[in-house]
């Protein structure tokens, strides 16, 4: 049953971090359970786990919806991921082996023609980098913020040619491992608040314009 419980969880976030459900949209709890050919007791789990991560929220007589997103809360989470971030690189420098960085060699192509694509691959670099901190917590916390970018990429980017949008961001991956490779960590870290910077920027820009957005 908990095997059940978990899968539906995560296939209804997954649907909500990749905007598979769009911020706004009403979840029914039989619709829910029918698609997944399941009682409607772990849809119900799945909608208090997500209440709790402030994916969904309970609208009075109506049930459950997905949480729009707030243009301060984007503002938040992104300085939040700058914090995290440019002091998890710090680490990196200092602590991963020289085979861990040779190995971010992988990271340094990327498709830039889908968003989607791009948008799965950005998150797994900088998971990436966050586990090679060697710091659980902080690794962790990223995770947690790296999902939550998904969602504003998928949002926020969806009106925007992804090849030249990804350009930009994957040269700036490249810069990063440049310097992590030399471990340089306070140049990797001014890279990092750069490439941060830039994306923090046109996303804002785009949630401001979005009607779905709170």
Do not use: W
């Amino acid at each position: 049953m908990n095997l059940v419980r978990n899968r539906v969880y995560e296939m209804v976030r997954r649907d909500i971090l990749s905007c598979a459900i769009v911020p706004g949209a009403e979840l029914r709890e039989a619709d829910l359970a029918e698609r997944f050919g399941v009682s409607k007791s772990p849809v119900r789990d799945a909608m208090q786990k997500l209440e709790l991560e402030g994916l969904v929220e309970i609208e009075p007589r109506r049930g459950h919806r997905v949480r729009q997103i707030s243009v301060s809360d984007a503002a938040d989470m992104l300085e939040l991921r700058l914090i995290l971030e440019t002091a998890g690189v710090r680490k990196v420098a200092l602590v991963a082996t020289d085979e861990e960085l040779a190995a971010l060699d992988a990271f340094r192509d990327a498709d830039t023609a889908s968003i989607p694509v791009f948008t799965e691959y950005n998150r797994r670099f900088h998971h990436h980098l966050a586990g090679l901190s060697r710091n659980r917590r902080l690794a962790e916390e990223m995770s947690r913020v790296m999902d939550l970018y998904e969602r504003l990429c998928m949002i926020s980017l969806s009106a925007v040619v992804a090849h030249d949008h990804n350009e930009g961001p994957l040269r700036e991956h490249n810069d990063i491992i440049d310097a992590l490779q030399a471990r340089n960590g306070n140049a990797a870290a001014r890279m990092l608040k750069r490439h941060i910077g830039r994306s923090q920027s046109q996303i804002l820009r785009a949630l401001e314009s979005r009607p779905i957005v709170a």
